[in-house]
């Protein structure tokens, strides 16, 4: 039973850690804050209204399906290099 729990510990350890995001090619605004290491001083929750402001000041394109946004994580990588954000 403990070992099926740290399994079950290890699985949501490894949606933090770099190899979750390779395999994402769109991101939601939550993991984008996440992924850019964006998060609120006042409770260390992923900000993601960091991320629509930069959408809101033309830094991202992003795309809506349903009533969420995502990014491309090339974009991401993208502003990271120009150090835009």
Do not use: C, H
């Amino acid at each position: 039973m403990e070992d099926q729990l740290t399994a079950d510990s290890n699985e949501q350890n490894s949606e933090s850690s770099p190899k979750f995001f390779d395999n994402l090619t769109w991101l939601s605004t939550k993991d984008a804050a996440v992924y850019l290491r964006k998060f609120r001083k006042k409770d260390g929750k992923p900000s993601d209204g960091a991320i629509r402001t930069a959408i809101w000041r033309g830094l991202l394109k992003a795309r809506k399906w349903g009533r969420r946004l995502y990014i491309k994580r090339v974009e991401l990588d993208r502003l990271l290099e120009l150090s835009l954000i």
